[in-house]
T-cell receptor, first 109, second 114 residues
Framework: GQNIDQPTEMTATEGAIVQINCTYQTSGFNGLFWYQQHAGEAPTFLSYNVLDGLEEKGRFSSFLSRSKGYSYLLLKELQMKDSASYLCAVRDSNYQLIWGAGTKLIIKP | DTEVTQTPKHLVMGMTNKKSLKCEQHMGHRAMYWYKQKAKKPPELMFVYSYEKLSINESVPSRFSPECPNSSLLNLHLHALQPEDSALYLC?????????????FGPGTRLLVL
């Protein structure tokens, strides 16, 4: 079966760095997405990785290792507004998006 | 314009009603999606339109009927829904470039079926 695993919840301190991991087992791979979703709002696109390595976008970076079926989202200089759920999603060989359950990130002052 | 818009924002309907959700984007994206999202769950794909043709239907009940009148518009017609259909309905569009794929979600329609 197809499976995306990410931690259910994480807590971090304002100004610090946090890494949210995602491991996947899918039938084929055509890219991995990270989304941010605040409660009651729609997901917001953060990043897309299809090749191995690190993609950096301001305070957010995303890493992919296809051989390990592994990705992480790195958030630096955490701000209170970063408190949200972070969703990992993988596009499989049928170009269907398989979603993880999301990681709820709680930022404390 | 990097926005996907959806109307209405909120909708309350009875089980015998017929209503429609609307989605619009003017980014020239040729793939558009309908998702359903329950509280504290990830989005569930319902339908995918590619170049205005239905390419994926994730075994969605016939009480949900999608329509793509043109490349900018996507509708979801609702009829005889059940209370368990209450959820956030998200529209998304995407394009693929040399830098990869980018997906954009609309703000969603929060639907309550009584």
């Amino acid at each position: 079966g197809q499976n995306i695993d990410q931690p259910t919840e994480m807590t971090a301190t304002e100004g610090a760095i946090v890494q949210i991991n995602c491991t996947y087992q899918t039938s084929g791979f055509n890219g991995l997405f990270w989304y941010q979703q605040h409660a009651g709002e729609a997901p917001t696109f953060l990043s897309y990785n299809v090749l191995d390595g690190l993609e950096e976008k301001g305070r957010f970076s995303s890493f992919l290792s296809r051989s390990k079926g592994y990705s992480y989202l790195l958030l630096k200089e955490l701000q209170m507004k970063d408190s949200a759920s972070y969703l990992c999603a993988v596009r499989d060989s049928n170009y269907q998006l398989i979603w993880g359950a999301g990681t709820k990130l709680i930022i404390k002052p | 314009d990097t926005e996907v818009t959806q109307t209405p924002k909120h909708l309350v309907m009875g089980m015998t009603n017929k209503k429609s959700l609307k989605c619009e984007q003017h980014m020239g994206h040729r793939a558009m999606y309908w998702y359903k999202q329950k509280a504290k769950k990830p989005p569930e794909l319902m339908f995918v339109y590619s170049y205005e043709k239905l390419s994926i239907n994730e075994s969605v009940p016939s009480r949900f009927s999608p329509e793509c009148p043109n490349s900018s518009l996507l509708n979801l017609h609702l009829h005889a829904l059940q209370p368990e259909d209450s959820a956030l309905y998200l529209c998304a569009s995407s394009y693929t470039s040399g830098r990869g794929e980018t997906q954009y979600f609309g703000p969603g329609t929060r639907l309550l079926v009584l």
